[in-house]
Nanobody, 122 residues
Framework: QVQLVESGGGLVQPGGSLRLSCAVS????????MGWYRQAPGKQRELVATIFSGGRTNYADSVKGRFTISRDNAKNTVYLQMNSLKPEDTAVYYC????????????????WGQGTQVTVSS
């Protein structure tokens, strides 16, 4: 079993900051890409940011310059530092990890966290 446990969501005023964390545990051999997605009410889930195994990052245009994704490979954890938050950032944020299973035959699988609510409101 592989688990992704997210933390750090909550209520924040516009202009404020939050830091999300997602720890991956379980029967994995290695982790390739890690990322964050979000889904606002009535909207489709969208990519927020990705960090690849080599450290290269990719961001949605709407968060560039405000959000920073990082990872700690020793802890199998990915972070999302969110600054200058706006009401339109309000959504459930989901962690994603593309990992190789430890069980043979090894295969690459997408795993998802349970989601954490981020609400930006005054």
């Amino acid at each position: 079993q592989v688990q992704l446990v997210e933390s750090g969501g909550g209520l924040v005023q516009p202009g404020g900051s939050l830091r999300l964390s997602c720890a991956v545990s379980g029967s994995i051999f290695s982790i390739n890409d890690m990322g964050w997605y979000r889904q606002a009410p009535g909207k489709q889930r969208e990519l927020v940011a990705t960090i690849f195994s080599g450290g290269r990052t990719n961001y949605a245009d709407s968060v560039k310059g405000r959000f920073t994704i990082s990872r700690d490979n020793a802890k199998n954890t990915v972070y999302l530092q969110m600054n200058s938050l706006k009401p339109e950032d309000t959504a459930v944020y989901y962690c994603n990890s593309r990992a190789v299973t430890a069980v043979l035959p090894r295969r690459e699988v997408d795993y998802w966290g349970q989601g954490t609510q981020v609400t930006v409101s005054s």
